[in-house]
């Protein structure tokens, strides 16, 4: 049994947290807004009320909060893990922020006394239920194994690809494939669509060849449905393709794909569906076609 | 057993060809050019030395040419397969051709006193060899149901997704989703290069999350070896892609994606890739990031 703080219980951080209560570890959990702890604790888990109180006794503290600058706020300052947490203990940001922040921060965690990884996932809200979330982790070796027994119970596939920061990297390029691939998705069936082909067969049929993809496997059916509940909102994956192409840009790598998806995904959110899961980039398809609820 | 003309023993149709004589079907076999006809022959099919004897006894017709002009070449005409097939005869169409083509030669295969499918496959070239095929046909059920047994010895996914033309309307959609997608995974992989990741822990962890694809599964790891035999080459990518745009354009369907993914695969067809493996489109995003070997 470890003792594990995790701070942010949102639609992927409550799960995860459930997860690892169900496999017999002792969790604290911390949530900027309350009701999120109150459900953690109805689902067995200990609940804190700051930061600093969940790290204290911490062996491993995991970090799940949406952007850079919110995980800068959970580490730094007084009531910060940093300041709080036991000297050897390990983080592990799940978190899905800047690569270059991810190093700075992991620096300063090691001047602090921790060790750290950058370990975010992927497998949206269902992987994240099920514990079957795709971790790309960046930090040392040694580290990964120390805590691969614990991410196993939130996790399926658990793959160190490099030191420090490279596991945003990677989670960047997972950002723009799956960006890229709804977009891709909804083209095709707005375009089938207007042949009057029968989408649920053509997606069937789609799924078994090579253009097969997780997102004909899981979303393709609801956004035939137009059911855009979140989910990952448009509005979080604007903010990640902004790192993507910052980042390539940063690097001289030219990314035409990337770069015009991302232009999607800022014009899909200026629409006003920031709120709802990205797969409502079907929605701006559809409206591009005159084929739209408001053409 | 049934009487099967195979027409087109390319790198798609020889070994569909051969799955059908291993499922114990007699298969006679004719291409345009002979060696191929040796080869299956070798593999126990029958030879013909022209379209008209191929077909003169067979119950089913079985073509598999690169273009709407190839198909068109293959059925039309004194020793086509219209004049020279049984009445009552079905022909198959496994060709990807544009669907207002497909709609018109259907038409003429009625009238000639055949029946008539369109039935493009995916899977590329070890989906033929595995028999494992993503099948999409536009035609009449009952002739659908009436081939399907025999499908199954090339197809693992056998889907009929509408009338005449519908095969190739979702087998274009098919098109659009598979350049997209290399597209996507090569400019993944050179930011994921220019990062120093490891990029085969990251092709592994980014198949396993929502970035799940099936060129990541099958192709990706060729890529970063520069291995570019086909496979699929870019010219007949490049071809499709010509039927998607138009296809869309004509039915006012807006696709930004599929667009700026044609002009990459025109722009690498221009580059003198034609006739490398569609995944061949990595040396163009390379080239363009400073990072190729003509950099």
Redesign the interface.
Known sequence: MTSIAFIGLGIMGLPMAKNLVQAGHDVIGFNRSRPAVDRFVEAGGRGADSVAQAVAEADLVFTMVPDSPDVEAVVSGEDGVFANARDGAVWVDFSTIR?DVSVRLAEAANAAGLRALDAP????EA?AIEGA????IGGDEDVVEQVRPVLEAVG???????PAG?GQ??K???????A??I???A??L???E?????TT??I????????????LD?KAASMVKHEFEPGFRIDLHHKDLGI?TS??RE????????A??AQ?MGAARQKGYGSLDHSALLLL?EE????GSDA
């Open positions: 690569p996932v992927s497998g949206g992987g979330l795709s971790i790309m399926k596939t658990i793959v160190r690809v490099g490279s990297t990677v960047a390029a997972n950002q723009l494939i799956v890229g691939t977009q891709l998705v083209e095709s707005v375009f089938l207007a042949y009057g082909v029968d067969a053509a069937e049929v789609l799924a078994g060849g090579l253009a097969g993809n997780r997102i899981r993507v980042a390539a690097a001289g790598v030219v990314i035409p794909l990337g015009l998806t999607i398809v591009l076609s005159g084929r």
